[in-house]
């Protein structure tokens, strides 16, 4: 048996892809199974060579559309689709003993693996596992009945991911089901998928690990509150700079560390965090993108890491941001009925949720946590204890091997 892990988001140390990429293939490794890595064909050469990754896909999984204003995004779908098609076609010697693991699937990428698995003869079909990483594309609107979902379907025009991923699902015979799985690692992410693609969604346990010891952050002073990871529109990064401004002005015994690690993606935010630093020494930047060494470092300097996320945006997808504070014992303050309150919720509440999508209800839910901080980085710490026992790397591994060896 062979796993072949296929990423074209993997190009560099930017956001979850090296990082997941190189738990999974030390956990795989450790188990014996002989694992190939293929990413985007501009992969940094330290990415080639420590995770043996072969440079292979011509289409970036986030590239979504180009400059034309009337099909933009079908240009993108149909281009990525293809070339993807051709270029998984180019992997030899694939046989129905592997598993082929294409992490954090956007349409684009769903439609090139149903394509290239319909195209294999019955007989010598892997099992095809396709891990979505964000979400469908679709709003969730509030419901009466507890339990229930409703989703509203978003304007094509803006956002046309749900019609291409039902597209995409469509071509999938119900015989292809026993063979070729779909997964996300969150629950309620996982039914809304399964609406939107008409096709069964199942669930991996997180992969998401405890570095190293977990001691309680109990007692720390000056505390380090933390902004950390790629920072985006979605995650709130606008509102960061008033968070800041808001928070140390109120809080006299914190430092804050806001790491960021593509700044030049929003660079108005980014200046204005530039500016306060000049004068403001509690305020500490770190600009760099972040490889291994450096992410365990960065959360080894957190003592509350805060999320402040679009709450619509996480309603249906997880952090990589959120799931590394719950493994690694430190307290978080996150959006309220989200994927991340849910995650506290399992795991003892190590951590407080805001109300509105504001500055000024962030930095009240961080004030808050910083107020009862001893008996939230208790529950952290126990919540760490917890977390291997359905969670971490080596669950998911043995979760997604089952896929081969149950059939």
């Known amino acids: 048996m062979r796993v072949i892990y296929v990423d074209p988001g993997l190009r560099d140390n930017l956001g979850h892809h090296a990082n997941s990429c190189r738990a999974i293939r030390r956990e795989l490794e450790r188990r014996g199974v002989a694992v190939a890595v293929f990413g985007l064909d501009s992969v940094i050469p330290e990415l080639q060579d420590a995770l043996r990754a072969v440079p292979l896909f011509r289409a970036f999984t986030y590239w979504q559309r180009d400059n034309d204003p009337y099909c933009g995004w079908l240009n993108v ?27 954090s699937a956007q349409p684009a990428q769903l439609m090139a693996f149903v394509n290239w698995f319909i195209s294999i003869p019955a007989e010598r079909r892997p099992h095809f596992v396709v891990e979505f990483g964000t979400d469908p594309g679709v709003d969730i609107l509030p419901a009466a ?22 597209f995409a699902a469509s071509h999938l015979a119900a015989s292809d089901l026993a063979r070729f799985h779909m997964v996300t690692f969150d629950g309620i ?65 914190i430092r ?23 004068v403001q020494t509690r305020l500490i930047l770190n600009e760099q993108t972040a490889g291994a060494e450096m992410w365990d470092s960065l959360l080894s300097a957190s003592d509350l890491i805060l999320c402040p996320y679009d709450p619509a945006r996480f309603l249906a997808s997880y952090s990589a941001v959120a799931t590394e504070a719950v493994a690694n014992g430190i307290p ?14 399992r795991f003892g509440n190590p951590g407080t949720c805001f109300e509105s999508w504001t500055a000024e209800s962030i930095v009240a839910a961080t004030r808050e946590a910083l107020a009862d901080f001893n008996a939230l980085a208790e529950r952290a710490a126990g919540a760490a204890a917890q977390w291997n026992a359905t969670m971490g790397v080596g669950n998911m591994v043995a979760s997604l091997l089952a896929f081969q060896e149950n059939y």
């Open 256 to 278: 804050l560390l806001v790491h960021n690690g593509a700044p030049n993606e929003m660079p108005q935010p980014q200046q204005e965090l530039r500016t306060q630093a000049d």
């Open 145 to 166: 009945k507890p339990n229930e979902i409703l989703i509203n379907v978003r304007d094509y025009r803006q956002d046309p991911r749900a019609m291409f991923y039902r």
């Open 77 to 103: 779908f149909d281009r990525s689709a293809r070339i993807t098609a051709e270029d998984m076609g180019r992997i030899q010697g694939m046989d129905a003993n592997d598993l082929v693991y294409l992490n």
């Open 189 to 253: 992410s996982s039914q809304i998928y399964s609406h939107v693609l008409g096709k069964p969604v199942g669930v991996l346990p997180l992969p998401q690990f405890t570095r190293g010891t977990v001691i309680s952050r109990a007692g720390h002073r000056p505390l380090t509150v933390s902004v950390l990871g790629h920072q985006r529109a979605d995650k709130g990064f606008h509102l960061v700079p008033l968070i800041a401004r808001l928070l140390l002005a109120q809080e006299p015994d």
């Open 332 to 345: 978080l303050v996150v959006p309220a009925r989200t994927s991340l309150a849910v995650l506290l919720q």
